[in-house]
């Protein structure tokens, strides 16, 4: 089944502009993981937020995490157009339980 | 570290026969992931082991389908015999310390 779920299915900017892509999910979790996948390729992993913090960044990538809402959203700054890719976040129950669960995505497109 | 490494990366078959799909994991995870990739089911979770023990497969869709880890460097995913449904991407997968996952390219089957 499908814990998380991204907003929007899709998303078109220009390059330079930002993007935000929002996750959300349904059980209680140890952390939330986004990753890429360009297109015809392997998913790769990005970042991990634990159910403790609040906010992360890496690079032009900022992650937050609200709990009480059971949300995420990513945040890419400044976007490339190699940024061009879709964006998964995937849930981490912890807890004995080591099963990622993905959402469907954002496929995000970035326009030069 | 090369990564994670599947064969073949495209299997063009009939209905019936025998797929094989392969996966060398990085060296030194203990855990190893299957996961089968659609437009319209998304990510799915198929099996996972932990030092080559198969712990969960529940997501695995029918007896048709198996899979082995015969040792910490390989894994091996079974459809016999197969059938149009099956076509997907099938993701092999493997857990760093952090508890992300660091996928292969994936193996692209389409069955006629």
């Known amino acids: 089944s499908q814990q998380g779920e991204e907003d929007p299915q899709a998303l078109s900017i220009q390059e330079g502009e930002n993007a935000t892509m929002n996750c959300s999910y349904k059980t209680s979790i140890n952390n939330l993981q986004w990753y890429r996948q360009n297109s015809g390729r392997g998913l790769v992993h990005l970042i991990l937020?634990?159910?403790?913090?609040r906010e992360k960044h890496s690079g032009r990538l900022r992650v937050t995490l609200d709990t009480s809402k059971k949300s995420s959203s990513l945040l890419i700054t400044a976007s490339r157009a190699a940024d061009t890719a879709s964006y998964f976040c995937?849930?981490?129950?912890?807890?004995?339980?080591?099963?990622?669960?993905f959402g469907k995505g954002t496929k995000l497109s970035v326009i030069p | 570290d090369a990564g994670v490494i599947q064969s073949p990366r495209h299997e063009v078959t009939e209905m019936g026969q025998e797929v094989t799909l392969r996966c060398k994991p990085i060296s030194g995870h203990d855990y190893l992931f299957w996961y089968r990739q659609t437009m319209m089911r998304g990510l799915e979770l198929l099996i996972y082991?932990?030092?080559?023990?198969?712990?969960?497969d529940s997501g695995m869709p029918e007896d048709r389908f198996s899979a082995k880890m015969p040792n910490a460097s390989f894994s091996t995913l079974k459809i016999q015999p197969s059938e149009p449904r099956d076509s997907a991407v099938y993701f092999c997968a493997s857990r760093g310390k952090a508890r992300e996952l660091f996928f292969g390219e994936g193996s692209r089957l389409t069955v006629l």
């Open positions: 995937a849930t981490d129950p912890g807890a004995g339980s080591y099963q990622l669960t």
């Open positions: 937020i634990r159910s403790n913090e």
């Open positions: 082991f932990n030092n080559n023990v198969p712990i969960d």
